[in-house]
């Protein structure tokens, strides 16, 4: 099976999950068993000088946070490449999966964990995904992803390996100050994953088209003349 090809399908069956556990929970209504368990052992494990850290660690993968590192990231490639082609991918990707967790929050509305749980500002939207994580993962796997189209094995897999940490450190922060269940946080990885997968593909396959409709000089800037 093509590389695209599969991508495509591992990121549509991932977007499939989230949207199949999403209507599990409007039916049930009700935190899953993981959900309590998880956080009554976080709850038993919190303490003041951890908490002070996480709590400047969160605001690093926070959606205006992720949203200026994709600025500069996009910047610093269309500075190296002197084109979109990966500077426009990667803000496809984060902006498309920004939208989809915001619609997936709407339709599941499924509460945040009890105030009682939650350290530091109270947040009370929707819960799932976590946009934190939607965001985060979304950018950083993206940014692996298309970074290194190009690079080694070694490299790509040292690439994503960092993404997964970074991811996992995200996840970490939303579940230990209380503001997600693990579910939410879950979510909003494979959404991120799903988007990091799947959008590069078909945005890069958009340049093309328009890069191939515009005047040499234009195409040329938009998307150069590479191997296929």
């Given at each position: 099976m093509p590389p695209n090809q599969l991508r495509t399908i591992t990121g549509l069956v991932l977007l499939a999950a989230v949207c199949v556990f999403g209507i599990g929970m409007m039916l049930d209504g009700?935190?899953?068993?993981?959900?309590?368990?998880?956080?009554?052992?976080?709850?038993?494990?919190?303490?003041?000088?951890?908490?002070?850290?996480?709590?400047?660690?969160?605001?690093?993968?926070?959606p205006l946070a992720v949203t200026i590192w994709t600025v500069c990231a996009a910047a610093f490639f269309v500075v190296r490449d002197r084109t979109l082609r990966r500077a426009f991918p990667l803000v496809a990707s984060v902006a498309v999966a920004g939208v989809i967790g915001e619609l997936v929050k709407i339709v599941?509305?499924?509460?945040?964990?009890?105030?009682?749980?939650?350290?530091?500002?109270?947040?009370?939207?929707?819960?799932?995904?976590?946009?934190?994580?939607t965001g985060t993962t979304t950018f950083?796997?993206?940014?692996?992803?298309?970074?290194?189209?190009?690079?080694?094995?070694?490299?790509?897999?040292?690439?994503?390996?960092?993404?997964a940490l970074i991811t996992l450190v995200a996840a970490c922060t939303r579940i230990y100050l209380g503001v997600h269940w693990v579910t939410d946080v879950v979510a909003g990885v494979?959404?991120?994953?799903?988007?990091?997968?799947?959008?590069?593909?078909?945005?890069?396959?958009?340049?093309?088209?328009?890069?191939?409709?515009?005047?040499?000089?234009?195409?040329?800037?938009?998307?150069?003349?590479?191997p296929q």
């Open positions: 009700m935190p899953m068993w993981i959900d309590d368990l998880v956080a009554n052992s976080t709850l038993a494990h919190r303490g003041s000088g951890l908490t002070s850290v996480v709590r400047e660690v969160t605001l690093m993968f926070s599941v509305h499924r509460h945040r964990p009890p105030i009682a749980y939650q350290l530091g500002t109270v947040e009370t939207t929707y819960s799932y995904p976590s946009g934190h994580l950083v796997f993206a940014v692996a992803l298309i970074a290194t189209t190009q690079s080694s094995r070694i490299v790509r897999i040292a690439a994503l390996s960092g993404a494979c959404v991120g994953v799903a988007v990091a997968l799947v959008v590069p593909i078909w945005a890069e396959k958009l340049l093309r088209i328009v890069a191939a409709h515009s005047p040499d000089r234009l195409g040329r800037h938009i998307f150069p003349a590479v």
